[in-house]
Structures are given as structure tokens and as C-alpha cells.
């Protein structure tokens, strides 16, 4: 009984954390109504978001301290550098190249990848049940966005290879975690994490960019201090809490439920279409998902 209502809490963190990051689309597209580059943008929510994490990092120690050795130190700024900044930074980058439809098709393989990688690094056993709900999310996924699929006749093939940088990078972050957070507890990994990311984002800045970045409307501002707080901040120990209950493979499906909730915000917030089409990817996934958590119930 005890196992089971871990394993449901395990699911409503991973979902609620993945709602919450899905909102920072729809933020987003509110900040860009104010004329702000994206890589400004990027730099708000974390310079918002780090004074939090670095105030948890100082009152959460780590958990098993004394299990952890000094690579395990390296290890967290390593995950913390591809997790959570290269994967945004080549996901960005590949943008330029290929449509938003195509990105989101080619970015929800991670599942795959994360299921690859922790079989072939950590010896995890590859269930039937994954594979299955990893097939039907990823339908889910291609019929969700195949109304907005355009193939764009330059740079195509760079496109596509930049999102899966992004895709394995952010898979590779996820499995990291779920090795790590045993030793670290989660918010103390969490916040470690994200300081290192929130590092490399104002060292780009600083270094690429250095243009002013006080002189945009105060709506700006708080539309970003809520991105932090609601769509970084919050989303980031909970989805580290449901990978460290679930793990990085079954969390990594549960995920795909991400571009599902971001279209239905940005129906309810933004007043977008939704499709038929839309709708029925959104089902599937959601099938999908529900074949993980039924196996984590049992």
C-alpha cells in the first residue's frame, strides 16, 4: 500500500511539474509582445530565478553526504551545464533552422533516448510496458504537431541536428539526476543544478551580449519574475522530486504530456486554435502516459 501511494504521489509531482513548465510557453509569448530577444528573456528568468536557488542550496545540505565523493561535485556541474542550458541553447538554435511542428517531433524522442542510455549505462531493464507507452506518446506527439509540419528547404539537415543535440543532452541530464539524487536529495541537487545553469546563461551575456537590459516596460519584468517563480522555480524540484520517486525512464514518458499542456494553456490563456487533429494527439498521448502510471500503481 505504501509503495503504491509513493509511486501516485511520483505522478501527480511529474505532472504538475510538467504543467508548470509547459506555462512558460504561453509567458513567453506575452514577454515577446514587448519587442525582447529571446536570449534576454532566457537571462530574466534565471537572474529571478537564482537568488531562490542559491538561498536552498545554503539551507539544504546534501542528503547522504556521505556517500558522495568530489567527481560526484564535477558530475552535478556537468548535468547542471547540458541539462538545463545546452539543451535550451541548441533547441534555440535549432529554431533558426526548422519549424516549431518539426522541432517538437524531433525534441520528444528524449524518451527513447533516455530509455537507450540507462540500459546501456546503468543496466536498467527495459520494460514492455515502456516500450509500448513510449510508442503510443510519440504518435500521440507526431499527430499532435503534424498540422504544423513544414520542412524549410535550407539548413534543414542542421536544424534536425541541432534538436537532437538538444533532445540527447536533455536525456542525458535526466539520467544523470536520477544517479544523483539519491546522494544529493533533490533540492539541494536541484538548486546546485540550476545555479550552474543560471551561471553559464549570465557568463554568455556577458561575454556575447552586454546590451542594456533595464530599459523594457515593468509589465516585461513581472511577466518574467512569474516565469520564474511559477514556470522555473517550482516545476524544477518537483520534476526532480517525481524523477528520484519514478525514475528518469518512466518520468521521461509521463514528460510527454509537456507539449500536450502547453497547447491547451495557450487555447484556454491565448485563445488559440485547437484542432481536431490536435486533440486527438493529445488523447493518445495522454493514453500513453496512462499505461506508465497504471504499471506504477500496481
Known amino acids: 500500500m505504501e509503495k503504491t501511494k509513493l509511486s501516485s504521489y511520483g505522478i501527480i509531482l511529474a505532472i504538475t511539474g510538467i504543467v508548470l513548465f509547459s506555462a512558460k510557453a504561453v509567458l513567453v509569448k506575452l514577454a515577446y ?3 525582447i530577444s529571446s536570449e534576454h528573456l532566457l537571462l530574466f528568468r534565471m537572474l529571478f530565478s537564482l537568488p531562490v536557488y542559491s538561498v536552498l542550496a545554503v539551507l539544504n545540505k546534501p542528503l ?3 556517500k558522495i565523493k568530489k567527481n560526484d561535485y564535477l558530475w552535478i556541474f556537468f548535468f547542471g551545464f547540458i541539462g538545463y542550458y545546452l539543451a535550451s541553447y541548441f533547441d534555440f538554435l535549432g529554431l533558426q533552422y526548422i519549424k516549431a511542428g518539426l522541432e517538437r517531433i524531433i525534441l520528444f524522442i528524449y524518451p527513447t533516448l533516455v530509455i537507450i542510455i540507462s540500459k546501456l549505462f546503468l543496466k536498467k531493464v527495459i ?7 513510449i510508442l503510443i506518446t510519440y504518435v500521440g506527439v507526431v499527430v499532435t504537431f503534424w498540422g504544423e509540419f513544414q520542412v524549410e528547404t535550407s539548413n534543414i539537415a542542421l536544424g534536425v541536428f541541432l534538436i537532437f543535440l538538444s533532445a540527447l543532452t536533455y536525456a542525458i541530464y535526466l539520467v544523470g539526476s536520477g544517479w544523483l539524487l539519491p546522494k544529493f536529495g533533490v533540492v539541494a541537487f536541484t538548486s546546485y543544478a540550476m545555479i550552474v545553469s543560471s551561471g553559464c546563461i549570465i557568463i554568455q551575456y556577458l561575454i556575447f551580449d552586454r546590451q542594456d537590459i533595464m530599459g523594457y516596460p515593468l509589465e516585461l519584468y513581472l511577466i518574467c519574475i512569474v516565469m520564474s517563480i511559477f514556470s522555473t522555480i517550482i516545476p524544477s524540484y518537483l520534476v526532480s522530486a517525481a524523477i528520484s520517486k519514478l525514475g528518469a525512464s518512466d518520468f521521461s514518458i509521463i514528460a510527454s504530456l509537456g507539449p500536450v ?3 491547451i494553456l495557450a487555447y484556454f490563456f491565448l485563445g488559440e486554435n485547437l484542432s481536431l487533429t490536435q486533440g486527438v494527439g493529445a488523447i493518445i498521448v495522454i493514453f500513453g502516459v496512462y499505461i506508465v502510471s497504471k504499471k506504477k500503481k500496481k
Open 261 to 263: 499542456s502547453t497547447i
Open 64 to 66: 547522504n553526504k556521505e
Open 33 to 35: 509582445r514587448f519587442d
Open 127 to 133: 520494460t514492455n510496458q515502456q516500450l509500448v507507452a
